[in-house]
Structures are given as structure tokens and as C-alpha cells.
């Protein structure tokens, strides 16, 4: 079998993850890198074998099967534009973008071409996550409780909302995401934000938000995020039904029923693993395993934006779901 050769688009930190699971797969090459920082593209082309290009442009006629968009969530767009007119499958980290007009715009153009997609919500490929939609099967979810209580993470676009997004589009999208895997779809939700920013240089992104949320089901939730704290204390989805508590994290999950309280360790490494495996199988007409193709995305980047607008406006808002049912 001939190997699968993959281009980076963005060379951070993220990209970096996905370059060294991606070079640990069987028959998967890292063969070229882009990014406007040319030395990070090249010291990642360095670590993996492949070649650093100037752009991309260049980087997607270098004749790959595949390209991964790494870039912060103020520079999405262009790279997406390019990957789908050169009709190459398209692997995005999150989110999907700081806005919804860029979102939908290229979730349309996914649609037309049919191309593999995938986002990197990795958390769906937890085995707990799995045993705890398993637990919910015959038991209606009543309330959901997510947090994302972190530090400012360590790139300087992060503390700035014109460039994250905010803490909840850009980091609880995962809880967000989880949420709705485990409780269906969001109908509404409402939110305030403190209005005082982390103790950054320069910050203006909201150092506290909390929120309810309302899902179509009839369950109700909250989400709370914070970005205050020197260290991550804890990111995860609490899930309640009759006779049932489940608490999900990265590492873990914690089961109490009848029967008393049991814990599943998990290790996120083999999420991480998976979800790059999954899109590298469908990119080769190997398995349908993606989780998270773009449009599904799509979904929780509109209730991640609704959280954003209802903390803003401090009005409830509707995620704009109805808009992206074509998609
Ligand atoms: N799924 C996950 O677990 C996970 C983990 C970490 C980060 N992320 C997401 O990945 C994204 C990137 O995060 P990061 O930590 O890698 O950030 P980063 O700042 O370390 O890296 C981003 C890179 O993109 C480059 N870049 C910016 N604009 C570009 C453009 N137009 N074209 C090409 N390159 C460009 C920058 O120079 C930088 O090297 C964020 O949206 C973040 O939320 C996801």
C-alpha cells in the first residue's frame, strides 16, 4: 500500500501533537508544512522527514492525500478555501473558526464537494465516553453540568477575543461538545460573564462565564468556564438521570448507581491517537469511523457562539442550528 502523504497547515503546538501521532501511524508520512512563521514550519518539517513550503499554496501542490489546518481560530478560513478547491480531505483542529459566517461559508463548500472531513473534537473517542452513552441508553438525561476551570493558555493570541473567540468558543467547545453527544442537541441557552478579564497583559476575553442550557429533550444544564487560575483544575461534563450520576473527564469516569460509586480510568493519549487514525482510515476508504466531520462541528461551534452572544448581550439566545440542517 502506498504510503499516505499529509501536509500541516500551522505548526504550533497543536500541529505538532498531530505530526508525531500522524508519523507513529503505520504508512502515514508528514511530507510537507506551512506556516507564516517560516522557521516554525521548518522545524517541524525537520522533526518528521518532510519538506517546509511558503505557503499554502505550495504546500497542497506538492501532491498530498491529505491536509490538517492547525491554525489559531482567527485564521480560519483561507487555508480551509484552499484544501476543498484542491479536493483534498480536510482535518481541522478547533474551533472551527471565530465566527459563524466563515464556518457555514466553508461547511457549504465541504457539502458540495463531499470531501472526508473531520474536527479534532478527540474527546468522542474516549472509551468512557462510549460506556457512559451506554449507561444513558435507557435513561433520559435531566442535567448536565460541564466546566472548563483552566490558566491562560500559553499562546499570545489566546487572551484576546478578536483572536480566540473567548474561553468558552475556544476551550469549553470540548464540554460543549461532549455535552451534546451525551444529552442531544441545545435549543437555548443564557449566560453572563464577569466582564473582568484574566490577569494577562493585555487580555480582554472574560475571566469567568457561567451559563444554563436547555436542551431539546427537555433536560437542562450549566456550563461554567474560568481562565483565572496558574494551573488546569478541572474540564469535564457531569451528567445526571433518575438513579444515575455520571461525571466524565479526560481521565476518567465516575459512575454511582444503586449499586454505589465505581471509577474507569481513561488515558487521553488513546483519544488523541484515534481520532487522527479514524480520519487517515477514511481518507483511505479504510472505515467510517469520524466522529466529528465538519458539519457536526458546525453544531456545537453555533451553541459555543450562542453561549458567547448570550454572555455579551445578556439575552437568551437560540444556537443557530436551523441554518446549518442543509449541511
Ligand atoms: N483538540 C485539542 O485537544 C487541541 C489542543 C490544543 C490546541 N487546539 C486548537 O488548535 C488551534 C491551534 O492551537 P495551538 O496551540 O497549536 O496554537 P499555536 O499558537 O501554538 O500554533 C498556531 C500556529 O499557526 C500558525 N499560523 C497562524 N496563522 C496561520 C496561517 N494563516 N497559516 C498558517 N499558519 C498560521 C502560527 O504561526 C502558529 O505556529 C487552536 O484553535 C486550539 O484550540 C486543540
Redesign the pocket.
Known amino acids: 500500500m502506498a504510503g499516505t502523504r499529509v501536509g500541516m ?9 498531530h505530526a508525531r501521532v500522524l508519523s507513529g501511524l503505520p504508512g502515514v508520512q508528514v511530507v510537507g508544512v ?4 517560516p522557521a ?1 514550519a521548518q522545524s517541524l518539517a525537520d522533526a518528521h522527514g518532510g519538506r517546509a513550503f511558503p505557503d ?1 499554496e505550495a504546500l497542497l501542490g506538492s501532491g498530498l492525500d491529505a491536509a490538517y489546518v ?6 480560519h478560513g ?2 480551509e478555501r484552499a484544501v476543498v478547491a484542491a479536493g483534498l480531505p480536510l482535518f481541522v ?3 472551527i473558526s471565530l465566527d459563524w459566517d466563515t464556518a457555514t461559508e466553508i461547511a457549504g463548500l465541504i457539502a458540495k464537494s463531499e470531501l472526508v472531513t473531520a474536527v ?3 474527546w468522542r473517542y474516549l472509551a468512557i465516553v462510549e460506556q457512559a452513552r451506554a449507561l444513558l441508553r435507557d435513561r433520559p438525561v435531566r442535567l448536565v453540568t460541564g466546566a472548563w476551570l483552566d490558566k491562560v ?1 500559553p ?3 489566546w487572551p484576546h477575543q478578536d483572536r ?1 473567540g473567548g474561553p468558552v468558543v ?2 469549553a467547545a ?1 464540554v460543549l461538545d461532549l455535552a451534546r453527544h451525551l444529552a442531544g442537541e441545545i435549543t437555548e441557552v443564557t449566560a453572563a460573564g464577569n466582564g473582568t478579564p484574566p490577569p494577562v497583559d493585555g487580555a480582554d476575553v472574560d475571566g469567568a462565564t457561567a451559563a444554563t442550557l436547555r436542551f431539546a429533550s427537555g433536560a437542562v444544564g450549566t456550563l461554567a468556564a474560568t481562565c483565572v487560575l496558574g494551573w488546569k483544575e478541572r474540564a469535564g461534563l457531569e451528567v445526571y438521570a433518575d438513579g444515575l450520576a455520571l461525571a466524565v473527564t479526560e481521565t476518567g469516569l465516575v459512575v454511582r448507581d444503586a449499586d454505589g460509586p465505581r471509577t474507569v480510568d481513561s488515558d487521553p493519549e488513546t483519544a ?1 491517537i484515534a481520532v487522527d487514525q479514524a480520519f487517515i482510515d477514511a481518507v483511505r476508504g479504510d472505515g467510517d469511523d469520524v466522529r466529528v466531520p465538519y458539519a457536526e462541528a458546525l453544531r456545537t461551534h453555533a451553541v459555543a457562539l450562542a453561549v458567547a452572544e448570550a454572555a455579551a448581550t445578556g439575552r437568551a439566545v437560540t444556537p443557530r442550528t436551523a441554518e446549518v440542517s442543509h449541511v
Not at 497547515?9 to 501533537?17: E, K, P, S
Open positions: 497547515i500551522g505548526a504550533g503546538g497543536v500541529a505538532q501533537r506551512t506556516d507564516v512563521v516554525a499554502v492547525c491554525v489559531p481560530p482567527f485564521a483561507d487555508a483542529e478547533k474551533p479534532g473534537h478527540h493558555p499562546v499570545s493570541w480566540s475556544e476551550q470540548h488523541r
